[in-house]
């Protein structure tokens, strides 16, 4: 079973990806954060397989946090959706430690794919 952790500060993006991620066979968890410090809090206590991480948060440099998040739980996969998808931020994100970079406009299917056909067990 894989567990998933949504760290987005849109209540609406949570909601819906939440909402769908649910849905996929094998998912045990769906958590949600809405800030980088509940995000570092939730993954020091209980890591998840995957921490799906919006880019922009109004409380903290995300790149800070990716490398952060790494450094706590060193086998969880980073998925980062950005609605800036431009190849020098992604590449920037999988320097810090992301996994995976997506768009988060045009390229949600992906991730749903990623979820559900190529899980992490820690």
Known sequence: MTRLLLADDSELIRSRLSNVLRLIPGVEEVGT???LDQTLHVVSNSPPDFVILDLNFS???VLDMIWSLKR???LMGIVV???DASPYVGERCRKAGATWFFDKSTELEKV???VEYFPIQV
């Open 33 to 35: 954060t809405d800030s």
């Open 59 to 61: 409380d903290g440099r």
């Open 72 to 74: 706590l739980a060193p």
């Open 81 to 83: 959706l950005s609605n």
């Open 112 to 114: 749903l794919a990623l």
